[in-house]
């Protein structure tokens, strides 16, 4: 009887893992998609460095310096943590399908992880490749006209 208590006690720490780590997965997905303090961190650090080499007469692009290298930053930033979330979840269906004792939570929360992972991914190339707003671009200065 102490044998059969300490399988089941086993196996409902090992479903409780799963869930866990099925958390992290829809916690990982709903990151990437509402931002995060790591993509906060490294953009402000990109416009800092965009600022310093517009200063010190780098030359290149101001725009891309000011807004394109931070906002594509952020969007690597926050794709790779719902690439994270998509595999984190993935590795948890796969793993809790193989087990005897499935409980449904786990499935819906690993589940969550993926869907809001892929959601991240597709969101995170869109900022990436600008398909939902254009890089601002400078107007066109007016030509001087020659004579007097």
């Known amino acids: 009887m102490g044998a059969g208590t300490s399988r089941a006690g086993s196996s409902g720490s090992g479903v409780g893992?799963?869930?866990?780590?099925?958390?992290v997965s829809s916690g990982l997905g709903l990151s990437s998609l509402i931002g995060n303090?790591?993509?906060?961190?490294?953009?402000?650090r990109q416009e800092i460095v965009g600022q310093i080499e517009a200063g010190t007469?780098?030359?290149?692009?101001q725009i891309e310096a000011f807004y394109g290298a931070p906002w594509h930053t952020t969007a690597l930033v926050?794709?790779?943590?719902?690439?994270?979330a998509v595999v984190v979840g993935a590795v948890v269906l796969f793993a809790h399908t193989r087990r005897a004792d499935k409980r449904p939570w786990v499935?819906?929360?690993?589940?969550?992880?993926?869907?809001?992972?892929?959601?991240?991914?597709?969101?995170?190339?869109?900022?990436?490749l600008d398909l939902f707003a254009a890089q601002p671009e400078l107007p066109a200065a007016p030509q001087l006209g020659a004579g007097g």
């Open 17 to 23: 893992v799963l869930g866990g780590i099925a958390l």
């Open 37 to 44: 303090p790591l993509s906060d961190m490294l953009r402000a």
């Open 57 to 61: 007469g780098g030359g290149g692009d």
């Open 78 to 84: 926050n794709g790779i943590i719902a690439l994270v």
């Open 107 to 128: 499935t819906a929360l690993a589940v969550g992880g993926v869907v809001l992972g892929l959601l991240g991914v597709l969101l995170a190339g869109g900022m990436y």
